[in-house]
Nanobody, 125 residues
Framework: QVQLQESGGGLVQAGDSLRLSCLTS????????TAWCRHAQGKEREYVAA???????YYGSSVKGRFTISRDNAKKTIYLEMNNLKPEDTAVYYC???????????????????WGQGTQVTVSS
């Protein structure tokens, strides 16, 4: 059974940094593309970043240059380092994983079969 569990969310001030973690189990982690998405109240789910099985990274335009996605295959964990946080980054952040994501659709949340429960990030101004 595939499971993903996020942690590291919290309440921070604008300009602060935060690191999210997503521990996975039940999958051959090194073969999966993994991603972070977020869902803010009243808005549609938004793709944040993805990292492929080969380590290549991709970012949504709203976070590029501020967020960094990484993975540790030995720990079966992905991370999202978030710097210079803004109030508009407030959302529930979800990690996702799938083995068959094609590069042209890496930012499409519908491509990911496995999801965590989410962790709340709140950025105050």
């Amino acid at each position: 059974q595939v499971q993903l569990q996020e942690s590291g969310g919290g309440l921070v001030q604008a300009g602060d940094s935060l690191r999210l973690s997503c521990l996975t189990s039940g999958l051959i982690f090194s073969r999966y593309t993994t991603a972070w998405c977020r869902h803010a109240q009243g808005k549609e789910r938004e793709y944040v970043a993805a990292i492929r099985y080969n380590g290549y990274t991709y970012y949504g335009s709203s976070v590029k240059g501020r967020f960094t996605i990484s993975r540790d295959n030995a720990k079966k964990t992905i991370y999202l380092e978030m710097n210079n946080l803004k109030p508009e980054d407030t959302a529930v952040y979800y990690c996702a994983a799938d083995q068959g994501v094609i590069l042209s659709s890496i930012g499409d949340a519908k491509q990911y079969d496995y999801w965590g429960q989410g962790t709340q990030v709140t950025v105050s101004s």
